[in-house]
Nanobody
């Protein structure tokens, strides 16, 4: 089992920045890819960014150049640095850990971009 706990969400004005954190615990060695997803109200959950154990990253087109995913293996933590935030970035952000046989999800953290 893998436990994922997100933090760092909140209310920010358009153009502002936030950094989300995802602390992982448990059978972390089984996780191959870590990622962030988001789900806006009445919409499906979409991929935001992923990072592999080797450090390869992938981003949704809508966040390229604005968001950066990174990991600190010593702390078992994955980060999502979000800059130049837009109202359309408003959503619940979920941390995901993908292992060979299953995926794990955190409880989510709300990000609201509004003036």
């Amino acid at each position: 089992q893998v436990q994922l706990v997100e933090s760092g969400g909140g209310l920010v004005q358009p153009g502002g920045s936030l950094r989300l954190s995802c602390a992982a615990s448990g059978s972390i060695s089984s996780v191959l890819v870590m990622g962030w997803y988001r789900q806006a109200t009445e919409k499906k959950r979409d991929l935001v960014a992923t990072i592999t154990n080797s450090g390869s990253t992938n981003y949704a087109d809508s966040v390229k150049g604005r968001f950066t995913i990174s990991r600190d293996s010593a702390k078992n933590t994955v980060y999502l640095q979000m800059n130049s935030l837009k109202p359309e970035d408003t959503a619940v952000y979920y941390c995901n850990g993908r292992a060979t046989l299953r995926s794990y999800w955190g409880q989510g953290t709300q990000v609201t971009v509004s003036s």
